[in-house]
């Protein structure tokens, strides 16, 4: 399907929302007009382009695709076919981003590997972009930390950024996170929270690749690249317990390991108690391995009712019916940026929410990977703590000055001397 029948179907399938909470009437002006920028190319940015478009087919905005990096030709030459994009506006390597952020785009869709967001976020704000980052936006506290800074200077520029825990965006969501916040289940005295699946995708390595490129290729399976899939993939179910609750844990006591893994050196599972003080607990469990019972989703228990997923059993407080354009959170997040950005809807900036949901993904795997407990003070205010300062190597620097290291492809054991080996 070319672009021009993708943006037509999509307009016809907002029409048949009538089921949902809709609103209408409140699309930008007919003549509205946005230049679009792409960092990143694979699946994650199809699925973003596919749902901005949707998004702007919803608000009557028209899009113009104006530059798209990734460290790939064969990834740009296949975005650009299938988005009808011309060629000359693709732009392949590991510094290709800084064309992104240099172009004419007013906004940018960032969707490389999570190592490489604070780098890229901050080359687009700096440049005067509005953004829409995909989660996690880091894979360690340094890179984290980053981020918020990020954030506060987009803020001061007036730049949106809206970020991939579409969670927040989305009806169901919104719809339970209203019920709690109006008393529904009382205080929330405990939960769980859980993404168990099997392994994504897996690249093999190539004959002749280096090994810059077997990394970028096989991201997903190295922590210093993807952060780990408690980083890369839970952060979803993390980033709820951090908005159901209003505050961050305290500490992180973890554990995991690794019996089944084909490659990268990650582990197979995790699970962490996330303390968040006051005696709340949430107990974390996420799992890749294929053949195993699969579970994704939160339950909460509050001292007058519980929560299982966006289903609310409490009490029935008498709240006004939710809106909004489209019930997917994916869409959802790309018509409040457009909406931020045209001036038809309030401001958004979720870089220091993601970035702390983030953080504690971050904070839940190096106690699961040294066996030790891990405090949020340490994460982010003690700069005595040797885990304030840590950073994966190899950085996203690295990669464009070509002086990439392999790391291990074995996991770090914890207990041992060797737990924080992939954070130094």
Same mark, same amino acid.
């Given at each position: ?15 048949? +929302? ?28 199809? &699925? ?9 087919? @919803? ?59 604070? @780098? ?118 993390? %980033? ?12 992180? +006591? ?67 019916? @939710? ?12 018509? %409040? ?13 979720? &870089?220091? &929410? ?35 300062? +840590? ?6 620097? !690295? ?18 001397? !060797? ?6």
């Amino acid at each position: 399907m070319n672009r021009r029948s993708f943006v037509k179907s999509a307009a016809l399938a907002g029409a048949s +929302l009538s089921t949902f909470s809709v609103l209408r009437g409140q699309s930008a002006p007919a003549a509205a007009r946005v230049r679009l920028g792409i960092i990143g190319s694979g699946g994650r940015a199809n &699925a973003i382009t596919k749902s901005f478009l949707n998004a702007a087919a @919803l608000l009557n905005v028209k899009v113009e695709f104006v530059a798209v990096a990734d460290v790939f030709e064969d990834r740009i030459q296949a975005y650009c076919e299938k988005f009808e994009i011309p060629a000359e506006r693709g732009h392949a390597g590991f510094s290709s981003y800084q064309r992104v952020a240099e172009s004419n785009a007013d906004i940018i869709l960032t969707a490389a590997p999570p190592a490489f967001r604070p @780098l890229h976020l901050d080359a687009c704000i700096e440049a005067g972009k509005h953004c829409f980052v995909e989660k996690p936006v880091g894979v360690d506290p340094v890179g984290a930390r980053r981020i918020m800074a990020i954030g506060e200077l987009a803020q001061s520029k007036g730049l949106n950024i809206v970020a991939g825990t579409q969670r927040r965006y989305d009806l169901a969501y919104r719809s339970a996170y209203q019920q709690i916040a109006a008393g529904a289940i009382g205080d929330i005295l405990g939960g769980a929270i859980y993404w168990n699946g099997r392994v994504p995708w897996i690249s093999p390595r190539k004959d002749g690749q280096s090994d810059a490129l077997y990394l970028a290729r096989n991201w997903l399976n190295f922590t210093e690249l993807s952060g780990d899939h408690i980083v890369e993939q839970h952060i979803h179910q993390i %980033d709820v317990a951090n908005w159901f609750m209003g505050r961050p844990p305290r500490a992180f +006591l973890g554990m995991g390991g690794r019996a089944r893994r084909e490659t990268g050196n990650q582990y197979d599972f995790f699970s962490v108690d996330f303390d968040y003080g006051d005696g709340v607990h949430i107990l974390s469990q996420c799992r890749q391995i294929s053949g195993c019972y699969n579970r994704v989703g939160e339950s909460f228990r509050g001292s007058k009712g519980f929560t299982q997923g966006t289903k609310v059993a409490g009490d029935s407080p008498d709240l006004p019916s @939710l809106q909004q354009e489209h019930p997917s959170g994916q869409i959802q997040e790309q018509v %409040d940026l457009l909406k931020g950005v045209l001036g038809s809807g309030p401001y958004r900036n979720d &870089a220091h &929410a993601v970035a702390e949901s983030t953080l504690c993904a971050v904070g839940a795997r190096i106690s699961a990977y040294t066996g030790q407990i891990v405090r949020w003070i340490d994460l982010t205010e003690n700069v005595n703590s040797p885990l304030y300062s +840590l950073q994966l190597a190899p950085s996203p620097k !690295d990669f464009e000055s070509d002086s990439v290291l392999m790391p291990a492809e074995t996991p770090p054991i914890p207990g041992s001397a !060797d737990g924080l080996k992939v954070n130094a």
